[in-house]
């Protein structure tokens, strides 16, 4: 049972370009939800975060969106640059009552294009 | 260190062996876990210890895997008897503590292990 789903496998856009990639979860009790970023051999590296009270956060070129209705959360880079070409993984947390583990998505893979 | 520090970085076992795979967290940091990503997937969570306590350990998938913090820093998981579907990659992360704003987590590169 796949609670966090990432249903787009890949996705490529050109430098300069909005890169938007997507997340829906399915458990009601995520409360916490992370992005990260993982390059060929490194492990993840946190991106950013947003917690469920909010339906936005924004750090610099990245910004997430957490529509909790619809169980949907987004991811985007604006503008794209090719050194974000890497794989972006959607995480979420039950802060309460859920212990501190994290439930990933499969991974989008951004190819970000010159 | 600066990061969480992972070893070895490749493994080759034979069916049947027994591995330990070690993780060295980043100084300080009280939470420690362990996942496990097959091929084409997501991180999945095996085990988490706060210092040296084990406080969940629901994702080890059977009783040939074994993880300890003895002294609330490194970390060992243990694979007894290895088999073929214990290829994956096997990350370790730790933070800080428990709180919201103090729990993300920051991942060493993970150690590849490949059971032929």
């Known amino acids: 049972d796949q609670q966090v789903k990432q249903n787009s496998p890949s996705l490529s856009v050109q430098e300069g370009r909005i890169s938007i990639l997507n997340c829906d979860y399915t458990?009601?009790?995520?409360?916490?939800f992370l992005w990260y970023k993982k390059y060929p051999a490194e492990g993840p590296t946190f991106l950013i975060s947003?917690?469920?009270?909010?339906d936005k956060n924004e750090d610099g070129r990245f910004t997430v969106f957490l529509n909790k209705s619809a169980k949907h959360l987004s991811l985007h880079i604006v503008p794209s640059q090719p050194g974000d070409s890497a794989v972006y993984f959607c995480?979420?947390?039950?802060?309460?009552?859920?212990?501190?583990?994290?439930?990933f998505g499969t991974g989008t893979q951004l190819k970000v294009e010159l | 260190g600066a990061g969480v520090s992972q070893s070895p970085r490749y493994k080759v076992a034979k069916r049947g062996q027994d591995v330990a795979l070690r993780c060295d967290p980043i100084?300080?940091?009280?939470?420690l876990f362990w996942y496990q990503q097959a091929l084409g997937q997501g991180p999945e969570f095996l085990t988490y210890?706060?210092?040296?306590?084990?406080?969940?350990k629901s994702g080890l998938p059977s009783d040939r895997f074994f993880a300890e913090r003895p002294e609330g820093s490194v970390s060992t998981l243990k694979i007894q008897r290895t088999q073929q579907e214990d290829s994956a990659v096997y990350l370790c992360?730790?933070?800080?503590?428990?709180?919201?704003?103090?729990?993300?987590?920051?991942f060493g590169a993970g150690t590849r292990l490949s059971v032929l």
């Open positions: 210890f706060q210092n040296e306590a084990q406080l969940d």
């Open positions: 458990n009601s009790m995520f409360d916490y």
């Open positions: 100084s300080g940091h009280v939470s």
């Open positions: 995480a979420a947390r039950r802060v309460t009552g859920g212990g501190n583990k994290l439930t």
């Open positions: 992360a730790s933070s800080v503590g428990t709180g919201v704003a103090k729990n993300i987590q920051y």
């Open positions: 947003i917690s469920s009270i909010k």
